[in-house]
């Protein structure tokens, strides 16, 4: 069965960086884009952006261009997103979800359990 | 970049009501609609997608509708368990935008 593992709560002070991992089980890893969703404490769901796994092309939200980075390690079939400058707004739970198609034109039907990221000083 | 406006943002219905929730795209999107459920504290769940397709293991009393602009989530007997904030999202291209999310909750 397809399952995402993604890793534990993490608390960064502003300024820092994070980086939360996804490992991917019950299919194959390369066939499938990941895309990376975040949702604010109350808030709603924010597309962040998608990485294909077989070539390593990603695609970023433009609120998050030039502090994510979406990259992915095809040995042991897990993708990562790492935010850089962290701020207080990136208070979140940040979930990576498999996209349904290999096409990268699906919706997401596989979700990880999500990863509490805290920024405080 | 395309909108997508969902209301009610909350809506409050009894058990065996008909409920229906409407999302609106900002320009056309073919069928490229997809519903997530989401209870309090838990992950998202894939609903229905291609605007219209139950997703495995959903219940019938779920159903969707639209194509281009407008879009409907209908739930044709609401039941406790159905509590929980409901999102559309557009996914023929990125960004893969959101909807602001309908919060259901029982009379």
């Known amino acids: 069965q397809v399952q995402l593992v993604q890793s534990g709560a993490e608390v960064k002070k502003p300024g820092a960086s994070v980086k939360v991992s996804c490992k991917a089980s019950?299919?194959?890893?390369?066939?499938?884009?990941m895309h990376w969703v975040r949702q604010a404490p109350g808030q709603g769901l924010e597309w962040m952006g998608r990485?294909?796994?077989?070539?390593?092309?990603?695609n970023y939200a433009q609120k998050f261009q030039g502090r994510v980075t979406m990259t992915r390690d095809t040995s042991i079939s897990t993708a990562y997103m790492e935010l850089s400058r962290l701020r207080s707004d990136d208070t979140a739970v940040y979930y990576c979800?498999?996209?349904?198609?290999?096409?990268?034109?699906?919706?997401?039907?596989?979700w990880g359990q999500g990863t509490l990221v805290t920024v405080s000083s | 970049d395309i909108q997508m406006t969902q209301s009610p943002s909350s809506l409050s219905a009894s058990v065996g009501d008909r409920v229906t929730i409407t999302c609106r795209a900002s320009?056309?999107?073919?069928?490229?609609l997809a519903w997530y459920q989401q209870k309090p504290g838990k992950v998202p769940k894939l609903l229905i997608y291609?605007?219209?397709t139950l997703q495995s293991g959903v219940p019938s009393r779920f159903s969707g509708s639209g194509s281009g602009t407008d879009f409907t989530l209908t739930i044709s007997s609401l039941q406790p368990e159905d509590v929980a904030t409901y999102y559309c999202?557009?996914?023929?291209?990125?960004?893969?935008?959101f909807g602001q999310g309908t919060k259901l909750e029982i009379k």
């Open positions: 979800a498999r996209d349904r198609y290999s096409s990268g034109r699906g919706p997401d039907d596989y």
């Open positions: 019950g299919y194959t890893f390369t066939g499938y884009y």
């Open positions: 990485i294909n796994p077989n070539s390593g092309g990603t």
């Open positions: 320009q056309g999107i073919s069928n490229y």
């Open positions: 291609a605007a219209s």
């Open positions: 999202q557009k996914y023929n291209s990125a960004p893969r935008t």
